[in-house]
């Protein structure tokens, strides 16, 4: 007798688990299931399909090789039984029964299994206030969904749009939205930062900036509480807590929870936050049943908590330790350390490990460095500054995470790619410093971007740097918080730092880098000195010199007028 | 009475461990000296100066914030005693002192110090064929040499250029002269290759194929024997082993070797090969002695073996944990997994780790697993074919090396970079399997290329993938050399197979992939049957069906007809 395997759900984990699992096992007969028509696609496509930089939807999901992944496919390609428009109802453990009823016919059957693979993915929240359920408010839980919007906008009938959650999601919703379409699009985000316990405050202020320059508006600490419709009873207006905002279209990205009411039911051992439990094998508690992708709980590899990572990547790689393990290869999946990328008009954000926040709230004591340097070498032409944010545990030097920001490009995925395992490895600020990132420079510079985090980090640490943060900096500026008598001192170019003297005669002063060492004693030695340049490394080397001559209150702005250019406040100059 | 630092060298290591020791050390009395009047440049820019990317060599020697990098520089801004044109002649280690001398004026003097660090650098091989010294020929060893070769092309003297040597720096130099200033470029390489010990050989044809198409002749096995002048001295041919090629300009980048001599005269312990023996702390066998950059030898972090890595990056990662120990922190520099990264016109070549021959030579049993794949989604707009070859140990399944080749841009560097570090941290197969690369559909593929490559390494190491080497495939195909009865199975849309089937009716044949579980039955059984398509992985999945078939004898073409494509085949349709 062959061994059977059924695998429930045919998106992402599930198909990779069934076709590895039919190369591994030629003999077994293996059953994939899904209760929609549409599987195996590109869930992270969908903004894409949506702006209209993918045509079709089945570029979503065809192979490289131009197949599309049907049922016809699976079957004849794959050499698998496949089911669509099939639900999986219940299990029956002991008897080792899948009971299934087409969705379209509610024809019930069962289908016998030595191994099962609950690959049933996830579900999007949907936010309990009065008018979810409108015409015209969408979750982008299926491809379906996202041919639905897409309809509406190429019908015109969307002149704007309210994108409920500032996650990655809402995000790249938002982009689509705006970029071809011109649809007026605000994001409202009930965190007090776009990207919350993702990146830093920082980085999510420049991000939100560019979104407002790319006509995208955002904000932030602010709750959607009902949605409001037309005599039709299509949505046409969302009321928060601070505004009324007119739209055609809702898309609800509040994040997702795993779809495991079909394990629970079954007596299957689920999370606290409502994951299916695996073990490293990705094992339920019952030994025959597999579980992977977005309905399943992980670990977290820099925390060594539980965690939950809806991700098409993670849910890959699982599969494949799934299939493995039918197979009989003891492959393991131990985590994630949360690597993540986004496109955002002309820019990306990207991240991998803890955010300052999610670090601290972790019990580590984080700090952070944030460093601004060219992403090659700044005589070659195509230069751009890219931002890389190290946390680092200031206890034991460990790197907690990294985040960057940069012009759109692959550069900012080379460093994130190359901290994701150095991070998984518990490497510490050392190994970051003296990592062997490739070097030329059309990619790169002598000291990488990522070095020179570390090693500011370093200096951090050490306390031979000392910063003021800059919430901080842009809050004395705007006079929103006091603080006792301090300057800027401003050590760029004289043409640079002139205009700002002038226009800032109270709060700002000019002293060109180079001419410190001579003229140090012009400083006003009784202020706090802010020290500013534009990256921040000019004023590190000046704050070291001036505390060997005995100016000890000073503070450097990290990434300096860098970072405070992409802020979009008000006293810019 | 306050510690007297002397660094000899001015170029990377020199620089980098004078400023850093200046911030740690503040009340030290430090001294840079170097024999040239041009300090602190970007050597590694020298190719993009001389290219015209780069307009003025003052851009090789400046600050990211346009300050050149220049004796006053170092004085006014950074606290250093400068001697530039200044020679160290010898070291007098019993009496802590460096004998000097002015390069322009003979004027000797002594300068006493506390700690030294030798940053000396390295020199260029000189080939010593009759006519290396004409006038004409150029090693690339200091920006002087680069100004007046990019004065020769500016005044147009130079119409065709032969290059010796077919490594980093000759196939940069020679792009530089092809690509703006229109030079009839020939690269001649001694060894059967370009990048020898670099990457593996079919890597190396596709950089030589692009070369080809865009101009740059280049011969492999090939010897320069002679260099011949016209009647004014000037060099105009180069007499190889195979051939006699016209020039105005040879430039000769056979690599460099440790300048050393300052040290050994002192006593100093040096290498087999040339180089200033130095402990992890970057100390000579003279504990007051430190040194870094191109002048020491280091250690491979792969084989555990004495290596010698002349990169700037390293120099600069180096010459900080020199300044460290200065200041008495006790920082290491292990060693090199030897990073490396280039611009080839429109492509991109990198490798980190070892070569499989490098690897072979050094005991492993390696194996390489050669994967090509979108670099991103493959319905994302700016998708394109990344190439990446994994080198593994089938013994124990540790990661050896990464390489690959890919259209311009950072998507190569995200995977080198990322290898780079798991590497040295002697990661295996499965790491790289769930090594967790951020992704989104703009910037990487669910299952990215780099983990691809780590699944098919461990299906090769396995043995549930057999493959054929793409160079023993060509030679079949060209009739180079025999083997028993193959024919290739073409697996490819018909449209794509026909045409070859039909045009090689005896060694080709067509049967699509999704075919070929309901029609194997058609193969030749008594064959060997090379499994083709675009990338190998239908190939793969072919082969496992077909062996549980009972039909055992297959061959995979790793990476399959997009290898091929880029050889420049004479049989390609």
Same mark, same amino acid.
């Given at each position: 007798?062959?061994?059977?395997?059924?695998?429930?759900?045919?998106?992402?984990?599930?198909?990779?688990?069934?076709?590895?699992a039919?190369?591994? /096992?030629?003999?077994a007969?293996?059953?994939?299931?899904?209760?929609?028509?549409?599987?195996?696609?590109?869930?992270?496509?969908?903004?894409?399909?949506?702006?209209?930089?993918?045509?079709?939807?089945?570029? @979503?999901?065809?192979?490289?090789?131009?197949m599309?992944?049907d049922?016809r496919?699976?079957h004849?390609a794959?050499?698998?039984?496949?089911?669509?428009?099939?639900?999986?109802?219940?299990?029956?453990?002991?008897?080792?029964?899948?009971?299934?009823?087409?969705?379209?016919?509610?024809?019930?059957?069962k289908?016998? #299994?030595?191994?099962?693979v609950?690959?049933?993915?996830?579900?999007?929240?949907?936010?309990? $206030?009065?008018? +979810?359920?409108?015409?015209?408010?969408?979750?982008?839980?299926? @491809? +379906?969904?996202?041919?639905?919007?897409?309809?509406?906008?190429?019908q015109g009938?969307?002149g704007?749009a309210v994108?409920? &959650?500032?996650?990655?999601?809402?995000?790249?919703? =938002?982009?689509?939205?705006?970029?071809?379409?011109?649809?007026? %699009?605000?994001?409202?985000?009930?965190?007090p930062?776009?990207l919350?316990? $993702?990146?830093?405050?920082?980085?999510?202020?420049?991000?939100?900036?560019? @979104?407002? *320059?790319n006509?995208?508006?955002?904000f932030t600490?602010?709750a959607?509480?009902?949605?409001?419709?037309?005599?039709?009873?299509?949505?046409?207006?969302?009321? %928060?807590?601070k505004?009324?905002?007119?739209?055609?279209?809702?898309?609800?990205a509040a994040?997702?929870r795993?779809?495991?009411?079909? =394990?629970?039911?079954?007596g /299957?051992?689920?999370?606290?936050?409502?994951?299916?439990?695996?073990?490293?094998?990705?094992?339920?508690s019952?030994?025959?049943?597999?579980?992977?992708g977005d309905?399943?709980?992980?670990?977290?590899?820099?925390?060594?908590?539980?965690?939950?990572?809806?991700?098409?990547?993670?849910?890959?790689?699982?599969?494949?330790?799934?299939?493995?393990? /039918?197979?009989?290869?003891?492959?393991?999946?131990?985590?994630?350390?949360?690597?993540?990328?986004?496109?955002?008009?002309?820019?990306?954000?990207?991240?991998?490990?803890?955010?300052?926040?999610?670090?601290?709230?972790?019990?580590?004591?984080?700090?952070?460095?944030?460093v601004?340097?060219?992403d090659?070498?700044?005589?070659?032409?195509?230069?751009?500054?890219?931002?890389?944010?190290?946390i680092?545990d200031?206890?034991?030097?460990?790197?907690?995470?990294?985040?960057?920001?940069?012009?759109?490009?692959?550069?900012?995925?080379a460093r994130?790619?190359?901290?994701?395992?150095? $991070?998984?490895?518990?490497?510490?600020? =050392?190994?970051?410093?003296?990592?062997? /990132?490739?070097?030329?420079p059309?990619?790169? %510079?002598?000291?990488d971007?990522?070095?020179?985090? =570390?090693?500011?980090?370093?200096?951090?640490v050490? &306390?031979?740097?000392?910063?003021?943060? %800059?919430?901080?900096?842009v809050? !004395?500026?705007?006079?929103?918080?006091?603080?006792?008598?301090?300057?800027?001192?401003?050590?760029?170019?004289?043409?640079?730092?002139?205009?700002?003297? *002038?226009a800032?005669?109270?709060?700002?002063?000019?002293?060109?880098?180079?001419?410190?060492?001579?003229? #140090?004693?012009?400083?006003?030695?009784?202020?706090?000195l802010?020290?500013?340049?534009?990256?921040?490394t000019?004023?590190?080397?000046i704050q070291?010199?001036l505390?060997?001559?005995g100016l000890?209150?000073?503070?450097?702005?990290?990434?300096?007028l860098n970072?405070?250019?992409?802020?979009g406040?008000? !006293? !810019?100059?």
């Open positions: 007798m062959s061994q059977k395997i059924v695998v429930v759900g045919a998106v992402a984990a599930g198909p990779k688990s069934a076709c590895r039919r190369r591994l /096992l030629p003999e007969e293996i059953t994939l299931l899904d209760q929609d028509d549409l599987i195996s696609y590109g869930g992270c496509g969908i903004p894409y399909f949506v702006s209209g930089d993918v045509a079709d939807e089945k570029e @979503l999901r065809s192979t490289s090789f131009h599309v992944r049922s496919f699976f004849e794959k050499g698998l039984n496949v089911l669509t428009l099939t639900r999986a109802v219940s299990i029956d453990r002991k008897e080792k029964l899948v009971h299934v009823e087409n969705v379209k016919t509610g024809e019930k059957s289908l016998p #299994y030595d191994q099962l609950l690959a049933t993915g996830s579900r999007p929240n949907v936010i309990p $206030i009065p008018g +979810h359920d409108l015409n015209g408010v969408f979750t982008i839980s299926s @491809l +379906h969904k996202a041919i639905a919007i897409k309809d509406l906008l190429a009938k969307v704007k994108v409920i &959650g500032g996650g990655a999601i809402g995000i790249e919703m =938002a982009e689509s939205l705006a970029d071809l379409w011109g649809v007026e %699009t605000t994001i409202v985000e009930f965190m930062q776009i919350p316990r $993702i990146v830093d405050p920082t980085i999510a202020s420049m991000v939100q900036q560019h @979104l407002k *320059e006509n995208v508006e955002v600490s602010e959607a509480q009902k949605f409001e419709p037309d005599n039709d009873g299509w949505v046409r207006r969302v009321i %928060t807590n505004r009324e905002l007119e739209c055609d279209l809702v898309v609800m994040g997702v795993p779809r495991s009411e079909l =394990a629970r039911d079954a /299957l051992e689920i999370s606290p936050m409502g994951g299916i439990v695996v073990n490293q094998r990705m094992q339920t019952d030994p025959s049943i597999y579980a992977a309905c399943v709980e992980t670990f977290n590899l820099v925390t060594g908590k539980k965690a939950y990572a809806p991700m098409g990547s993670v849910a890959n790689r699982q599969g494949r330790v799934v299939a493995d393990n /039918l197979a009989g290869i003891p492959s393991r999946f131990d985590g994630v350390v949360g690597s993540f990328i986004m496109k955002v008009f002309e820019i990306c954000v990207g991240a991998t490990g803890l955010s300052t926040e999610v670090a601290r709230a972790e019990g580590y004591k984080a700090v952070n460095a944030m601004v340097q060219s090659r070498a700044h005589f070659f032409p195509t230069q751009a500054l890219m931002f890389n944010n190290l680092v200031s206890s034991d030097k460990r790197v907690l995470g990294l985040q960057g920001f940069a012009k759109m490009g692959d550069g900012l995925l994130i790619n190359a901290a994701a395992g150095m $991070i998984a490895n518990r490497a510490r600020i =050392a190994d970051f410093s003296n990592l062997e /990132l490739a070097y030329a059309p990619f790169s %510079t002598a000291v971007v990522l070095n020179a985090a =570390a090693n500011t980090a370093d200096n951090l050490e &306390g031979r740097l000392k910063i003021v943060s %800059t919430e901080d900096f809050d !004395w500026m705007d006079g929103k918080t006091e603080h006792p008598d301090w300057i800027a001192v401003d050590l760029r170019h004289p043409k640079e730092a002139e205009p700002w003297a *002038e800032y005669p109270d709060k700002w002063m000019a002293l060109v880098y180079d001419q410190v060492r001579a003229n #140090y004693q012009s400083l006003p030695g009784d202020k706090t802010i020290l500013i340049c534009n990256a921040g000019r004023s590190y080397e070291v010199f505390r060997s001559k000890e209150n000073t503070l450097v702005l990290p990434g300096g970072v405070i250019r992409r802020l406040v008000s !006293w !810019w100059r």
